[in-house]
């Protein structure tokens, strides 16, 4: 006759299912922030929208600003949402108690992530619907889309990269006010206006920045061109701002 085993046998769950957890969660909470819908879709829509009615005034089409509000909200919520939401959880020592779980501090990381590329292909999808009914039109080509699709992560990492630096290093009102600066500084520079819009001798200086690598990939993609600088520099600076927030980050402010 067999006995029956009542003995707990508590254990932590699967790896992929603790970071899947703490991505919703993230996501969620991030949702649930009035300041961060705003940046999340508010603002967006509004430029989606604003460029529709004044766009051809300022000799930019719907055409060229429904990608440009596209690269909008990945560097809003990989850089903007992603430095805030983790620069007050320092300072309330909420990373320092998640890491004490099983989920790790690399669990943290990765759920950090996902959770952030949820909320961005979430936001693409909206921005895509709502400017497909207002009439962009992309014209993607297969060479093009790919490349398009390989800048877009390796910006989202490099403004991730950038908003754990900044987190990760100082005070949560300096982070604050740090990231809602770059977020409107960013937007000029290659996010929303285009680089061809400088004069000549600034171009190159542009486009050796990251807003100006997924900007550009993005509109010219839409048109069916490809470009290859913009994988170049978008790959750089992501391997530079995640090495740099591997040195500087910090659990506890």
Known sequence: MSTLDFRPAAGAAPFAKRVWAQATTEAGLILRNGEQAILAIVIPVAVLVGSAVFGDSLGLS??????????????????????????????????????????????ILLGKGLGISLITAAQVIVIVVIGLAMGWRPAFTALSLVTTVAVAPLAMGAFAGLALSISGSLRPEATLAVANLLYIVGMPLGILLPVDRYPAWLEPVLGLLPTAALGEALRHGASGVALGWPLLVAALWCIGTLFLARKVFTWTS
């Open 62 to 107: 719907l055409q060229q600003m429904a990608p440009s509000v596209l690269a909008l909200v990945i560097w809003s919520s990989c850089l903007t949402t992603l430095a805030i939401a983790t620069g007050f959880e320092r300072r309330y020592n909420v990373l320092e108690r998640i890491a004490a779980t099983p989920l790790g501090k690399p669990g």
